[in-house]
C-alpha cells in the first residue's frame, strides 16, 4: 500500500515515535494487538492486509489486497458517496466485461 508519505509522517499520524514505527515497518520488533489496529486504522486498511494474511486463503494477493482496502475505505463514506461508488464499480465491471466479450469475438 502506497499512501505517498514518508515513515516520519506515518509515525506522526499514529501517534508512535519514528524510531518505534520504523521497528515495526522493518520487522525488527512487532507492535501489540492495540497498536497494529491504531497503525491499520491510521493507514486506511486493515491488520490482516498489514499481516499479510487473507479470511480467503490465509495469503494476501495483491486482488485480496485491494479488496480489502476497498471494503475498509467503503465503510467511512457516508451513504451517498457509497452508492455513487458502487455505481463506478459496476460500471467498471460492466466496461471490462464488455472488454473481453469484444476480444474474445
Known sequence: M???ISNAEAARRCG???RRYGHYVSGRREPDLATLVRIATTLGTTPNWLLGVSADD???TRRSGHTDRL???AQSLPEKELGLLVTLAEAMARHTDDAEKDADS
Do not use: K, M, P
Request: charged fraction near 25%; glycine fraction near 16%.
Open 58 to 60: 490465509g495469503l494476501v
Open 71 to 73: 471494503t475498509f475505505a
Open 2 to 4: 502506497r499512501l505517498g
Open 16 to 18: 508512535l515515535d519514528e
